[in-house]
Nanobody, 126 residues
Framework: QVQLVESGGGLVQAGASLTLSCVVS????????MGWFRQAPGKEREFVAV????????YYVDSVKVRFTISRDNAKNTLYMRMNNLKPGDTAVYYC???????????????????WGQGTQVTVSS
């Protein structure tokens, strides 16, 4: 059984930074590509970033390139996303996800992922 637990969200002003974390439990998760998605009120779930199982390959949605950085520490079973220069448009619930069967990036579709965390709220004020 694979379980994901996100943390690190909060309320910040535009221009601030946050780091999100996602702790992965379960042996299957060790070889999974990992992604971050976000969902704003009334909007569909949106792909944000992904990293392959080794941590050596990443892909980002255009709106967060140069501002967000995804990484993982497999020794700690933890996924991270550093978010810099946050904007009000980044306000959303952020979810981490694990892909067990589809390993080739970019993995931008929610259907590519098999396990999801509960989400952590990020709110960016003007």
């Amino acid at each position: 059984q694979v379980q994901l637990v996100e943390s690190g969200g909060g309320l910040v002003q535009a221009g601030a930074s946050l780091t999100l974390s996602c702790v992965v439990s379960g042996r299957t998760g060790r070889r999974s590509a990992m992604g971050w998605f976000r969902q704003a009120p009334g909007k569909e779930r949106e792909f944000v970033a992904v990293v392959d199982w080794s941590g050596g390959d990443t892909y980002y949605v255009d709106s967060v390139k140069v501002r967000f950085t995804i990484s993982r520490d497999n020794a700690k079973n933890t996924l991270y996303m550093r978010m810099n220069n946050l904007k009000p448009g980044d306000t959303a619930v952020y979810y981490c996800a694990a892909s067990l069967f589809v390993q080739s990036l970019p993995l931008i579709a929610p259907g590519d992922y098999d396990y999801w965390g509960q989400g952590t709220q990020v709110t960016v004020s003007s």
